[in-house]
């Protein structure tokens, strides 16, 4: 499969930030970066059945020293409400969020994408973490490393939102 | 039938350095009465325990890493056994207390307490080493058993409910940065970036 420009600077935004540690579940933004994730060296890739799951292996590989990465469609966020909230239990732990953000303004492939997408942005302030939307595939690799350097200083979780035209 | 504290007394009289997690409930209480220590993180959320506990395993694999669970918590969190089933990590051991109750929350029924059992489904989801046990005999063989293997430990322990130790004062940030301190220094591993200039990009 080619690589497209998105999955490119998915890969080298991942590296440059010193991400090691990928938990994931697919999305159509990620439909050619996670076979090249899973087989590179460099990173530890972990296919997760559900993102709730996907935040606890990113927060148990953070404190074995792991950098990780949770990849997966906003509608996941959701599904890891509970567990990123139930992170401050312990004060936070930090690990980077990349989120593919179906049903962004101006999508056109279907109204199913809409109910959950529309509540990406709230749910991400209810839980107080520090996010940008990109709608570049040029702008994702700024924009991971820019996250990581959020989640090392603040010691929580950030999240890269990927918007209408980056795939 | 077996209480959980009389498993725990077994299990803590033969702990050396295993990092440990431990679910939300009575298990996390206990085991901070009886063997208060550093390299053990306390009330994990119900339902996020054996993923947290997978995540840390895969990241130290030289690490021995024991999660002790609550049927409520393993069956909150089933989806966690596929991922389990397929990542297999040899220095994890899942210790799972099966009481057939919610004992934090009213000490109404679980459903293993009518007809399902957890550690088929784990065996479904291809935890193969998943096992049941009576008893600290038949416990402590399967703990031996599982530290040797070369798979993943998953014991369930038919275990009596009630609980008489005390709740311990710690907090849980203060548990995260001694737990974290805990591995910095035993595992020659930086977990937490110092303050200051960055070092990414």
């Given at each position: ?47 997760v ?119 | ?33 009886l ?81 399902t ?14 096992v049941?046990?009576r008893g ?15 798979g ?6 038919d ?43």
């Amino acid at each position: 499969m080619t690589m497209t420009n998105v999955a490119t600077e998915t890969i080298a935004g991942l590296k440059a930030a010193g991400i090691n540690f990928v938990a994931s579940l697919p999305s159509s933004a990620f439909t050619t970066v996670l076979p090249v994730i899973a087989d590179d060296p460099e990173f530890l890739h972990v296919q997760v059945t559900n993102e709730s799951d996907g935040v606890s292996i990113c927060a148990g590989a953070r404190l074995g020293g792991k950098r990780p990465v949770l990849m997966a469609e906003n509608s996941g966020l959701l599904m890891g409400t509970y567990a990123l909230a139930c992170m401050e239990n312990f004060g936070g732990i930090p690990f980077l969020l990349v989120l593919d953000h179906r049903g962004d303004f101006g999508e056109g492939d279907g109204y199913w994408y809409f109910p959950t997408g529309r509540l990406a942005v709230p749910t991400l302030e209810m839980l107080g973490i520090p996010y940008t939307v990109v709608h570049s595939a040029d702008e994702v690799r700024q924009a991971i490393v820019d996250g990581s350097r959020t989640v090392e200083a603040s010691r929580r979780p950030a999240a890269v939102l990927l918007g209408l035209g980056v795939a | 039938m077996t209480t959980r504290q009389e498993y725990l007394e077994h299990f803590v009289s033969r702990l050396t350095d295993e990092l440990i997690l431990t679910s939300v409930g009575a298990s996390a209480r206990e085991l901070q009465a009886l063997a208060p220590r550093d390299g053990s993180l306390y009330r994990v959320h119900l339902g996020g325990t054996t993923s947290m506990a997978m995540g840390l395993a895969l990241a130290l694999p030289q690490r021995r890493v024991v999660a002790f669970e609550g049927d409520g918590g393993v069956l909150m969190g089933l989806s966690s056994l596929t991922v389990l089933g397929r990542q297999q990590p040899a220095n994890l051991t899942v210790i799972a207390f099966d009481n057939g109750l919610y004992e934090g929350g009213g000490r109404l029924p679980t459903i293993t307490s009518q007809g399902t059992d957890i550690v088929a489904v784990a065996r479904g989801a291809g935890v193969t080493d998943a096992v049941r046990v009576r008893g600290v005999e038949a416990f402590a063989a399967a703990l031996s058993e599982a530290y040797a293997s070369g798979g993943t430990g998953y014991i369930v322990a038919d275990t009596e409910p009630g609980s008489q130790l005390p709740y311990a004062s710690l907090d849980g940030t203060e548990n995260k940065y001694r737990f974290i301190n805990h591995i910095e220094a035993t595992e020659g591993v930086q977990v937490l970036q110092a303050p200051g200039r960055s070092s990414i990009r």
